[in-house]
């Protein structure tokens, strides 16, 4: 599969968010009701379907044995009593001839010895259901690995036959094809109602095709289409690409399926959801960033499937994936889908409109570094002077004026429950900031810049505090702990009172001593203060900081030392190799010896210390993009020191790669920033070839 990493934009506008707001029925689903199937799809999954699939975590390596130990697994550790209750195979259950001579589906006989039907009845008996794939297209070798394309009814009611209770039908074979998906799609959900067994199917819609991700497909093939007729035909729909790769997954990904699922929240209905893809712990992202995406996937009443392999998940995972309020905000009856308020950004307010006439809302952070985040209760459709906020990840409960407001991570999201407060006033709503680095040494940090620190550093670090309850809080004080040998001294004092609506921050001078190791560390601050009638309260957050590694020394393959953080379009950053890996670096025939192979977006940060004079090098597309296709190929690459733009290779295409030879002197933070040059990330394979530092 080819794809890039582009990010779609999920503006909204106004009359929808109003619309989203304000009706307590089901969103009408315009443009869809006229395409519907020539028979009324059931209302199977009046909330959005939830379980497990294969395809991240396990790929198409699994057995009959290996899914009834995710079956019992499941069980076990308690994501069926959470609701998790469809054990789904994805592609990689069929035979390497995956149709008999009779027309028949056939089991791979070494994976499925016993046949699928043992193993559905396996599945059920532990109170599970049972989920298969197929594709709408038919088998092309070399091109797709199974395809029900000829045989529609025939393999829905084998389906049926063999027990199974939903069905995921992909695309690939499809688009392989040149098949309309709406044709095919409606004709085979109109097989799978029309089952011989009379056996309820939940059709999960699967186009994953995309431009340019993929290609220059029309609109009418591709994923952003589905929503004009799989509303009427299946009970959930792909509304973008896949969110990642095998045991690969980035969250600037997450973020953009989460965009391209929110374009159409009209049509989502109890029994019709909109599916971004699964959900991806412990495969790339950290629990912050997982937490984001279950946060997202909740409001929107997408299906929450889990991707990667339940046995191996760790403790918080399972508690995350498990936690009942964020679950009962993503099945909440009224099945209507998160909508902004206001305009998109790094960080922005998404509002769930919930059955019982609260609100769930998200403050999201999409940027790189903390942020306090607020919105109000007006601004997400609530009316009054008092309000109570429960927080679905922390479960505090604590009472405000009418200010939602959080302290959000990079990359991280608050969820409150939102409604109007009765009875007596409630714990007041403060919001204890996490710690912000402003300052290092002389340099006054940009707000939203992700600090760079290292060993002998002196810092400031601040902490705000307010108040958004309805009555004040007393004595409020913050203390700031770091590692054992760090010295942190408090700047100025705290006030003896916060009244409603006020803020104050406080501030630290930390000093790092010089023999400070490389790696993660951490500032914590704990905010104590007094509400009346409900004692001392206290919250503690946490900012993570990166030590960086020293500067290089002498004249240094870059490629070689060791960078503060790196990212890549897709897959990960390669040292002395192209991107993925398996060739090395090569430009218009000439081969380098060192060099870093990244995919567009990307990023690569070093710490110099201002100890270097030079970087030189060559920027180009690597001859890897030869053997894929003419299309794509073009970068732009950026070497940017302390945020100043020292060189712009401007437009490079994979036949005129660009030297690079830049003054380093003075610069402290080094970064090597790869673009797309306006056209997706389609074959950009780039390369820094041959860079080395002088210092």
């Given at each position: 599969m080819k794809r890039l990493s582009a990010l779609l934009g999920g503006a909204l506008s106004a009359v929808l968010v109003t619309a989203a707001l304000a009706t307590t029925a089901a969103a009408t689903t315009t443009g869809a009701?006229?395409?519907?199937?020539?028979?009324?799809?059931?209302?199977?999954?009046?909330?959005?379907?939830m379980g497990w699939n294969t395809y991240y975590g396990l790929g198409g390596d699994f057995t009959e044995a290996t899914i009834r130990s995710v079956a019992d697994s499941m069980v076990s550790r308690g994501l069926k009593k959470a609701g998790y209750d469809i054990v789904w195979l994805d592609g990689g259950w069929q035979a390497d001839e995956s149709r008999s001579a009779a027309g028949d589906l056939v089991p791979n006989p070494a994976k499925f010895p016993n046949g699928l039907k043992p193993l559905v009845d396996y599945i059920h008996s532990?109170?599970?259901?049972?989920?298969?794939?197929?594709?709408?297209?038919?088998?092309?070798?070399?091109?797709?690995?199974?395809?029900?394309?000829?045989?529609?009814?025939?393999?829905?009611?084998?389906?049926?036959?063999?027990?199974?209770?939903?069905?995921?039908?992909?695309?690939?074979?499809?688009?392989?094809?040149?098949?309309?998906?709406?044709?095919?799609?409606?004709?085979?959900?109109?097989?799978?109602?029309?089952?011989?067994?009379h056996r309820p199917l939940i059709f999960n819609l699967c186009n994953p095709v995309t431009s340019p991700d993929w290609g220059n497909y029309p609109e009418s093939q591709q994923s952003i289409n589905s929503w004009s007729y799989a509303p009427a035909i299946a009970q959930s729909w792909r509304?973008?690409?896949?969110?990642?790769?095998?045991?690969?997954?980035?969250?600037?990904?997450?973020?953009?399926?989460?965009?391209?699922?929110a374009r159409h929240p009209e049509v989502v209905k109890p029994g019709a959801f909109g599916d971004p893809d699964y959900l991806a712990p412990e495969l790339g992202m950290s629990d912050e960033e997982f937490r984001t995406q279950l946060t997202l996937w909740s409001v929107a009443a997408a299906p929450l499937v889990v991707g990667s392999d339940i046995r191996k998940l760790s403790a918080t995972t399972i508690g995350m994936l498990t936690d009942p309020d964020v679950i009962a905000i993503n099945q909440d009856k009224a099945a209507v889908q998160a909508v902004r308020v206001g305009a998109a950004g790094t960080t922005e307010t998404w509002v769930k409109r919930l059955a019982d006439g609260s609100r769930a809302v998200v403050l999201l952070n999409r940027g790189d570094t903390a942020k306090t985040l607020t919105t109000t209760a007006s601004a997400v459709g609530l009316q009054g002077g008092r309000f109570t906020l429960k927080n679905a990840w922390t479960n505090a409960v604590t009472e405000s004026a009418g200010t939602i407001s959080a302290a959000v991570p990079a990359h991280g999201t608050a969820l409150f429950r939102v409604g109007p407060a009765v009875g007596l006033p409630g714990i007041p709503h403060v919001t204890a900031g996490i710690p912000q680095v402003t300052q290092v040494g002389t340099q006054v940090l940009p707000e939203g810049s992700a600090p760079v620190v290292a060993g002998g550093d002196e810092l400031r670090a601040e902490?705000?505090?307010?108040?958004?309850?309805?009555?004040?809080?007393?004595?409020?004080?913050?203390?700031?702990?770091?590692?054992?040998?760090?010295?942190?001294?408090?700047?100025?004092?705290?006030?003896?009172?916060?009244?409603?609506?006020?803020?104050?921050?406080?501030?630290?001078?930390v000093k790092l001593p010089a023999t400070t190791e490389a790696g993660n560390a951490s500032l914590t601050a704990t905010t104590q203060y007094e509400a009346l009638g409900y004692g001392i309260q206290k919250q503690v957050t946490v900012s993570p900081l990166v030590i960086a590694p020293v500067p290089p020394d002498g004249v240094a393959a870059l490629s070689h030392h060791p960078w503060i953080s790196a990212t890549s379009g897709w897959m990960s950053p390669t040292v002395d190799e192209s991107v993925g890996g398996g060739s090395p670096i090569s430009l218009v025939s000439q081969t380098y010896p060192t060099g870093i192979g990244v995919a567009s977006p990307s990023l690569v940060r070093y710490y110099l210390g201002q100890q270097c004079t030079k970087l030189t090098g060559t920027v180009g597309i690597d001859d890897a993009v030869r053997n894929v296709g003419p299309e794509g190929g073009t970068s732009t690459f950026q070497v940017i020191g302390d945020g100043k733009v020292l060189f712009d290779s401007g437009v490079v295409d994979r036949d005129h790669p660009k030297p690079v030879d830049v003054d380093l002197t003075g610069v402290r933070v080094l970064d090597l920033v790869v673009g797309d040059a306006g056209d997706g990330g389609y074959n950009d394979r780039a390369d820094w070839a041959a860079p080395t530092a002088t210092c």
């Open positions: 009701t006229t395409q519907a199937a020539t028979t009324t799809t059931p209302v199977l999954s009046p909330t959005p379907y532990k109170g599970l259901k049972a989920g298969i794939y197929t594709d709408a297209g038919p088998y092309i070798p070399g091109k797709c690995g199974l395809g029900s394309g000829g045989y529609y009814q025939h393999d829905a009611d084998t389906f049926a036959a063999w027990g199974f209770d939903a069905v995921k039908v992909d695309y690939l074979c499809g688009i392989a094809a040149n098949l309309d998906p709406k044709t095919v799609f409606t004709e085979f959900a109109n097989a799978l109602h029309n089952n011989a067994s509304t973008y690409t896949d969110v990642g790769f095998q045991g690969d997954i980035k969250f600037k990904d997450v973020l953009r399926n989460y965009d391209a699922n902490v705000a505090v307010r108040n958004d309850g309805v009555l004040p809080v007393f004595k409020p004080t913050v203390s700031l702990t770091a590692a054992a040998s760090w010295t942190i001294t408090p700047v100025g004092k705290a006030p003896v009172l916060l009244a409603p609506g006020q803020k104050v921050t406080l501030a630290f001078e």
